[in-house]
């Protein structure tokens, strides 16, 4: 799955770490997903995008190998 | 994230003084050859036999014993259990994943490691790792567990 974090963060002009407190996970897990390292759960998709006032599958796509 | 069997990130510290003291102080008798006489006490012994092959093994005895390597396997156990299982300061999703995998990871290379072992390593030797056998998955799962959180810090944005 590939995600569009970064872009979002860059467009709101958040750091990591802003976006990790704002939505209450470690700076590491924002770190992870964007490296396509980790897949976050429906829980944290739903209020990354809620966040961004975004649906979720604007931010989270799947790919190839899903 | 909710876990019903993680301890509260306070008690960390604690668990880290526990497991030191407990490897220093099995280091130190494991190289005194656990001749060690420090803390002799009489000890209920559930299941007794004091020499291999004795035909009348007791149930439920009071033997004489010296207590300073039980007291250094318990400091061992609590402490790597409490280290091992106690919450991140930020405990969330993909700490709780990197707890799985490296408790996966810990007991299958613990037991390549053990295979290993037993096809080349006989005779008294193998009785130390008998020993080191009883706190290395422990030990792996807390250096696993620990490697991969300082290398998912360690990158910055």
Do not use: C
């Amino acid at each position: 799955m590939k995600n569009k974090i970064k872009i979002q963060r860059a467009i709101h002009d958040l750091t990591q770490a802003d976006l990790a407190e704002k939505i209450g996970v470690s700076r590491q897990t924002i770190n992870a997903m964007e490296k396509n390292k980790y897949v976050p759960s429906t829980v944290l998709s739903l209020k990354i995008s809620k966040l961004f006032k975004k649906s979720v599958e604007e931010i989270f796509i799947l790919d190839d190998n899903d | 994230m909710k876990t019903n069997y993680l301890l509260p990130n306070k008690y960390k510290t604690i668990g880290w003084v526990l497991l030191v003291l407990g490897l220093i102080f099995g280091t130190f008798i494991w190289s005194t050859e656990y001749e060690s006489d420090l803390l002799t006490i009489k000890v209920l012994s559930i299941f007794n036999d004091d020499q291999l092959f004795d035909s009348n093994k007791k149930l439920f005895k009071i033997i004489k014993n010296d207590i300073i390597d039980e007291l250094a396997a318990f400091a061992i156990i609590f402490g790597g259990l409490i280290v091992g299982f106690t919450k991140e300061k930020i405990e969330d999703e993909f700490i709780y994943k990197l707890r799985k995998d490296s408790l996966v990871w810990a007991i299958i290379f613990n037991y390549i490691l053990l295979a290993f072992t037993i096809a080349f390593v006989y005779n008294f030797t193998f009785f130390h790792i008998l020993v080191f056998n009883m706190f290395t998955p422990l030990l792996f799962f807390i250096i696993r567990f620990n490697f991969l959180k300082f290398k998912s810090r360690s990158h910055e944005e």
